[in-house]
Structure formats: structure tokens, C-alpha cells
């Protein structure tokens, strides 16, 4: 067991946090998700400790709360970047739309998939395993978009963001209905939603107002310790916990929307700032380091041989293909013919491998096949680069067109 012993961990996940960074450097030049590099380094690092022990330690309970922590930073830096401005009304919604009829739609067609090629699935796990191959990956897609034009990176940003809480919401709703004492209605359901988002926003008001009265310097993350409190204790009483960390980065990030009129005589405008910024930031960073792991993790779990099974092929494919064919279908409604790369950047990710290990043990398939969840993983991910690297070489194409009109016009004025 030296190879875990202490300071080699400290020397294996530093190196690792500098291949991480490496690895974002190397995906702004390539398109390539520095997710996949992630993957990829985990797969290496398991062969790699095999040859040192026999048998690697229980990887799960790390991997589960890196997701969490992952899941609440990822939520939190996207919530901080949207602006709820009166032009922005339009985008929002048709994000949210799109990823709401997306995310239900998938999962419907792929339910069926595997209620009808796995064996002693039913209707209610076949829905439970459906949901998380359904959501959108704001983990992959939120770092990989920054270099489209700014509606569409705006659109992928609000789109992925919205189909990771209604994912979540969707499976807990339905890991409730499981057990019949404590399963609640649509109505109940809807109640219990709106009650998280009031509670949520007064909750908002309440830090913000303290937070801007303390004058320490270490108070930011004292400030994530009390959403991960927040986020924890709401998954306790059953709320739908990450529209908390979602409504307070809107609020923060719209600070003079939510303190306009009487309120504004309250909020220190300086300090809110200052906060603001401080909490981007470490947010930002603290998200880097989560997911870094978090995949690396992952990648040592991975069980390659899972993936020769026909029946996962078969299975993975199907369920791949009515991904796409639905969005090409919601997106032609929405936008038109101006559907490309949004197309294909549909990756599933951290969220996707969270909630199925959060499968309750009475709704699992023993005839599931966890290639599929990697299988679908690998392939949305690929897809999306394809895309991402066609469309860099497209506007570099586009580009030299327009520097070579320029050249052509600029012979011509000193010909005249």
C-alpha cells in the first residue's frame, strides 16, 4: 500500500491537478474535452497501480462525494454568469424549453429501449436508469462552448444548467415514488418545488445582507460551507436542494434586480461587489479541482471489458440515436436551420454517473450493463468534439476568406 500512502497521494494528485490544467490548455487548441483526457488518465492510472497492488481500495464513497461537491460548484458558476436582463427573457426560455422537452423526451424513448432489451426491467426502473442517460452534461459543456459565438455559447450555458435540476428533480421524484408511504403527487410535488424556491430566494437575501457586514478576508468559502450545508440539510427534508444553490447565484449575480426600490437602501453595493467577484472566482477554481478528480476518479472504476458486450453496443446505440434525432427535432422547432454544433453537443457526464449509482437497490436491474452508462459517456463526448473541431475549421476557413477579400481589395486600391 505505499503507493497510497501520504505523501505520495500529495505528490500523485498534484501532478494530476498539473495534467488537469494541461489538459484545458490543450482542449482550447483542439476542441477535444479535457473531460475525455480526464477519463482516459483514470483508465491509465488504474493499469498503472495494478502492477503496484492487487487490489485497488473502494473508490465509490470518494467518487460519490466529489460529485456532489462537483454537481453544487458547477450549478453555483453557471447561476453566477446568467443575467436576468429583459432581453435575456427570450434566450432563457427557449433554453429552457428545449431542455425540458429534451430531457423528457430521452428519457421516455430511452425507457423503452431498456425496458425491452433489458431483461426484469420494469416501467418504473427502466425510467430511473432512463433519467440520468437523458441529462445534458454542464460539466463538459460549460468549459467546451467558450470559444462559439456568444448566443450560442449563451444558449448551451442555460440549456445544460437547466437540464441538470430538472434531471435531478425528475429522478428524485420518481426514486420517491419507490416507496408508496412516502411517495407525493404531481401537485405535492409542485407544492414542495415552490416552497425550495421562496425559501431559497429569502435564504439568498438573508446571506447576502450578512455576508456584506463581514470584514474578514477568509469569508468566501465560509460562504460555500454554508451552501454545501444548505444543499445537504435540504436533501435531508426531501427539497429540491440545488434550486437553493441555483436561485442564490441568480440573486448574487443580479444584485440590482433583486435589491431594487425600498431594498437598495440595504445592500452595500462595494462589498456586494466584492463578494461577487471573490465568490466567482473561487468558485470557479474550486469547480476545476472537484471535476478534475471526479473524473480521474471515475476513470479508475472504469471496467474496459464492459464495453465488448453486443448487447451493449446494441443497447448504447439505439438509446444514442434517439438522442439526437429528438434534439435535431426540438432544435429545428426552436431555431430553424441554424442548428450547428448545437446539434451534436449533447454529452453526458458527471450528473449521468452521480444519479446512477443513486439508483435505489429496490428499482436496480441485475441485467443492466454499467458498459452502457460508459459506452454513451465515450460516445457523446466524441460526438461533440467532432462537432466542435468541424466548426473551428469552418470560422478558420471563414476567416481566411474574409482576410483574403480584404488582400484582394487592398491589390486592387494600389493598382488604382
Do not use: C
Request: charged content about 15%.
Amino acid at each position: 500500500m505505499e503507493l497510497f500512502s501520504s505523501y505520495n497521494l500529495i505528490i500523485e494528485g498534484a501532478l494530476i491537478l498539473i495534467l488537469s490544467f494541461w489538459f484545458n490548455t490543450l482542449s482550447r487548441k483542439t476542441n477535444i474535452p479535457s473531460v475525455l483526457m480526464l477519463i482516459a488518465l483514470g483508465i491509465i492510472l488504474q493499469y498503472a497501480a495494478r502492477a503496484f497492488v492487487s487490489e485497488l481500495p473502494d473508490l465509490f464513497p470518494a467518487l460519490e462525494v466529489l460529485g456532489i461537491v462537483g454537481l453544487i460548484m458547477i450549478v453555483l458558476e453557471a447561476a453566477l454568469e446568467l443575467e436576468l436582463k429583459r432581453n435575456k427573457i427570450w434566450p432563457i426560455l427557449k433554453s429552457l424549453s428545449v431542455a425540458l422537452a429534451g430531457l423528457l423526451a430521452s428519457a421516455w424513448v430511452a425507457a423503452l429501449i431498456l425496458q425491452g432489451l433489458i431483461p426484469g426491467m420494469d416501467s418504473t426502473s427502466a425510467w430511473l436508469y432512463a433519467t440520468p442517460l437523458s441529462i445534458l452534461s454542464s460539466a463538459i459543456i460549460i468549459p467546451s462552448v467558450g470559444a462559439l459565438e456568444e448566443a450560442k455559447k449563451e444558449f448551451h450555458i442555460y440549456e445544460s444548467t437547466f437540464s441538470d435540476i430538472a434531471g435531478i428533480v425528475l429522478f428524485y421524484f420518481l426514486a420517491g415514488q419507490l416507496n408508496p408511504a412516502e411517495a407525493i403527487g404531481p401537485a405535492g410535488f409542485a407544492g414542495t418545488l415552490a416552497l425550495t424556491v421562496v425559501l431559497a430566494v429569502a435564504v439568498s437575501y438573508v446571506l447576502i445582507l450578512i455576508f456584506q457586514g463581514i470584514k474578514t478576508q477568509a469569508k468566501q468559502f465560509l460562504l460555500i460551507a454554508v451552501l454545501l450545508l444548505l444543499y445537504a440539510i435540504g436533501k435531508k427534508l426531501h427539497l429540491s436542494s440545488l434550486i437553493i444553490i441555483l436561485v442564490f447565484g441568480l440573486v448574487i449575480a443580479n444584485m440590482k434586480l433583486f435589491f431594487a426600490g425600498p431594498l437598495r437602501r440595504y445592500l452595500n453595493q462595494e462589498r456586494a461587489k466584492q463578494i461577487y467577484h471573490e465568490l466567482h472566482i473561487i468558485t470557479l477554481e474550486s469547480a476545476f479541482v472537484v471535476r478534475t478528480f471526479f473524473f480521474v476518479v471515475f476513470g479508475m472504476t472504469i471496467v474496459l471489458s464492459s464495453l465488448l458486450s453486443l448487447k451493449v453496443w446494441l443497447v448504447s446505440i439505439l438509446i444514442i440515436a434517439s438522442i439526437y434525432l429528438i434534439r435535431f427535432a426540438l432544435l429545428r422547432v426552436v431555431f430553424g436551420s441554424d442548428i450547428r454544433p448545437q446539434l451534436f453537443i449533447a454529452p453526458r457526464g458527471l450528473i449521468t454517473v452521480l444519479l446512477f449509482y443513486a439508483i435505489p437497490a429496490e428499482a436496480q436491474a441485475p441485467g443492466f450493463e454499467p458498459g452502457i452508462l460508459l459506452f454513451i459517456i465515450i460516445a457523446t463526448s466524441l460526438i461533440m468534439t467532432w462537432a466542435m473541431v468541424r466548426d473551428k475549421k469552418k470560422m478558420t476557413t471563414l476567416l481566411e476568406e474574409i482576410d483574403a477579400q480584404y488582400e484582394l481589395r487592398d491589390e486592387a486600391y494600389e493598382e488604382e
